[in-house]
């Protein structure tokens, strides 16, 4: 267990220097990527991809895998849309119909994978055309048409202050807006989950061995549903302030992020086949990424249309590196067990 320790210790203090080597570079490249208003902005416009990647570590570190949480950002925004423009329901009990959809989303495909024993990937797979395609049936609900989106949320005061719904998205704490006020109390929130509380510890258990967990008296299959509907969770919150950021509900909203997310958690140095991971590695993946795609159009030029390009290398290079370092690994253990029983 010390030695996973000083693993992922190592890995968060190499993410950290990257993090401070993209400030370093787009810093000196173009000054005003150093403007903490537009830093702030950038991570903002990022934060449904952050809020989600927390998430989505609970699910990975137990050997699972969350593709179909981007559809359910948009199925979230369209409830809400649907139900507050043209049902005339309060917008926070549309809010709250959402989530509860979410969590039942999660909850099938989190049946699925614990109870059926369906692989996690092709499950959510199926999810996320199913949960897309559910939405665009929703949008077809309204008066508005689905290209167009839901706007004209419960918006200012005649002061030109927000409140109410678009409080959530545009609205600030402190100086601090709210969305990242909320970002900082969900990881809060995650590391004490993971880090401490028994929940956590299960998660860990079942990733590393799932059926030596059951032996051991852990409803592993419960805990494993668990992580989907939290997963799903997390998407409809940031599906909500997506929609409150933009003032505008549709259907494919957050359609682009499933590749983000996955790089997020992986790159933070959960591994794929479970039983590693760390929140904290998670939020310092989540910046990089953020940075990236903020500093590389304004510092570089590169097209907005092209940033999921180096996402993606990323993503490959990371698990690539982690493949090689892990047959060497095992190489090396090899070596060290016929030493042993030559001698």
Sequence with gaps: M???????????????????LEFVVFGATNPKFLRPASIMTSLVNYISVCIISLFVTLVMI????????????????????????????????AVGCAVVVAALCGALSGFFVAYCGVQPMVITLGGSFLYSGLA??????????????????????????????????????FGIPTQIVIYVLLIILCVWILHRTKYGE??????????????????????????YVLSAVSAAIAGTLLTSNVNSAKYNVGSGYTLAIITAV????????????????????????????YGLPLCFN???????????????????GREIASRRLISGLIRKLKRRSAS
Excluded: H
């Design 62 to 93: 137990t050997g699972g895998i969350d593709i179909q949480v981007a559809s359910i950002i948009g199925l979230t925004s369209i409830i809400e849309g649907v139900l507050w423009s043209d049902a005339g329901v309060n917008i926070w009990v």
């Design 136 to 173: 665009l049936l929703i949008s077809g609900l309204s008066a508005t048409p689905a290209y167009q989106g839901i706007s004209g949320f419960p918006d200012k005061t005649e002061a030109g202050a927000f409140v109410d719904f678009r409080f959530l998205g545009k609205g600030d704490i």
């Design 266 to 293: 992986v790159l933070g140095g959960t591994l794929n086949t479970g039983g590693k991971g760390s929140i904290l590695g998670t939020v310092l993946a989540s910046l990089i990424i953020c940075i990236l795609r």
């Design 202 to 227: 299960r998660l860990y258990l079942i990733g590393v061995n799932a059926q030596a967990a059951e032996y051991s008296g852990i409803n592993t299959r419960a805990v494993i549903m668990s992580t």
């Design 302 to 320: 590169v097209s907005t249309q092209n940033l999921d390009l180096p996402v993606g290398i990323i993503l490959v290079l990371v698990v690539l």
């Design 2 to 20: 010390k030695t996973v320790k000083k693993t992922v210790a190592r890995w968060e203090t190499f993410l950290v220097i990257f993090l401070i």
